[in-house]
């Protein structure tokens, strides 16, 4: 088998997964919290998000290896065509964008377990993760700057960020009654934000190669869901501010 019919099959498998967790994603987003439907959905999609990361993940593996093996019809695009500018945007990026989906989905699965005992978010393979990403995000800066894709080392910036944040939370030592839950919002609607970028520039490319590029559509999903983190965040909190406000009287 060619590495042409392998990189094939991983996309099929890919899309197999990725395709209902995408739209999945809408139903724990839109669901009562906490309620079966909500808990049951996370679940499914926080499984097949895993799956979906982990095709993407040997994707790029296979494009940093063969990059014109793997994406043939790119090889003559006047922007794309390049080994060095295939192997950075659909390897080293998408490489990149798997660690972080699947850093996002552990974590935030992680952190509505661990609600009732907090030290179990320290765990090896918890903190194994943030190193992975700080690695991959610092991959994916070096690689873009060396092939001049600025919009590779932008992005970069998302896997620091979310590498602190999540450090932030799982090293305090008693953190605030509902921060499990802000940061279990921020990680699974981080989640979605990931797959979706990945979905509308990855998946554009096949037919419009030169979206895979622009900044618009990348920012999409961005502010999409960074509205959604909010709006969640504030409306889960929003009974603790009432009763300290309260209280306060």
Same mark, same amino acid.
């Given at each position: 088998?060619?590495?042409?019919?392998?990189?094939?099959?991983?996309?099929?498998?890919?899309? #197999?997964?990725?395709?209902?967790?995408?739209?999945?994603?809408?139903?724990? !987003?839109?669901?009562?919290?906490?309620?079966?439907?909500?808990?049951?959905?996370?679940?499914?999609?926080?499984?097949?998000?895993?799956? #979906? &990361?982990?095709?993407?993940?040997?994707? &790029?593996?296979?494009?940093?290896?063969?990059?014109?093996a793997t994406h043939p019809k790119l090889a003559s695009h006047e922007l794309l065509g390049h080994p060095e500018i295939i192997?950075?945007?659909?390897?080293?990026?998408?490489?990149?964008?798997?660690?972080?989906?699947? *850093?996002? &989905?552990?974590?935030?699965?992680?952190?509505?377990?661990?609600?009732?005992?907090?030290?179990?978010?320290?765990?090896?393979? *918890?903190?194994?993760?943030? !190193?992975?990403? #700080?690695?991959?995000?610092?991959?994916?800066?070096?690689?873009?700057?060396?092939?001049?894709?600025?919009?590779?080392?932008?992005?970069?910036? !998302?896997?620091?960020?979310? !590498?602190?944040?999540?450090?932030?939370?799982?090293?305090?030592?008693?953190?605030?009654?509902?921060?499990?839950?802000?940061?279990?919002?921020?990680?699974?609607?981080?989640?979605?934000?990931?797959?979706?970028?990945?979905?509308?520039?990855?998946?554009?490319?096949?037919?419009?190669?030169?979206?895979?590029?622009?900044?618009?559509?990348?920012?999409?999903?961005?502010? #999409?869901?960074?509205?959604?983190?909010?709006?969640?965040?504030?409306?889960?909190?929003?009974?603790?501010?009432?009763?300290?406000?309260?209280?306060?009287?």
């Amino acid at each position: 088998m060619s590495i042409h019919h392998a990189f094939e099959i991983l996309i099929a498998l890919h899309i #197999t997964t990725g395709a209902p967790g995408l739209v999945g994603f809408w139903i724990p !987003v839109a669901a009562r919290k906490g309620s079966r439907l909500h808990r049951l959905s996370g679940q499914i999609f926080v499984t097949l998000m895993l799956a #979906t &990361a982990s095709f993407a993940a040997m994707m &790029a593996t296979m494009t940093i290896l063969e990059p014109v093996a793997t994406h043939p019809k790119l090889a003559s695009h006047e922007l794309l065509g390049h080994p060095e500018i295939i192997r950075g945007i659909f390897g080293w990026m998408m490489l990149f964008l798997a660690v972080l989906t699947i *850093n996002l &989905a552990w974590y935030g699965r992680a952190c509505i377990l661990n609600r009732g005992d907090h030290p179990k978010n320290r765990s090896p393979f *918890n903190i194994a993760l943030q !190193v992975v990403l #700080t690695a991959a995000a610092l991959n994916c800066a070096v690689q873009g700057a060396l092939i001049g894709q600025w919009m590779m080392v932008g992005i970069s910036f !998302v896997g620091f960020a979310t !590498v602190g944040t999540n450090l932030w939370f799982m090293l305090r030592a008693k953190p605030g009654p509902l921060e499990w839950l802000t940061e279990h919002i921020k990680a699974l609607v981080g989640t979605g934000i990931s797959v979706y970028t990945a979905f509308l520039a990855f998946g554009a490319v096949r037919y419009v190669p030169e979206l895979a590029l622009s900044p618009i559509l990348w920012s999409i999903p961005l502010i #999409t869901g960074v509205s959604l983190i909010l709006y969640h965040q504030r409306v889960v909190t929003a009974p603790l501010r009432r009763a300290r406000q309260k209280a306060a009287a």
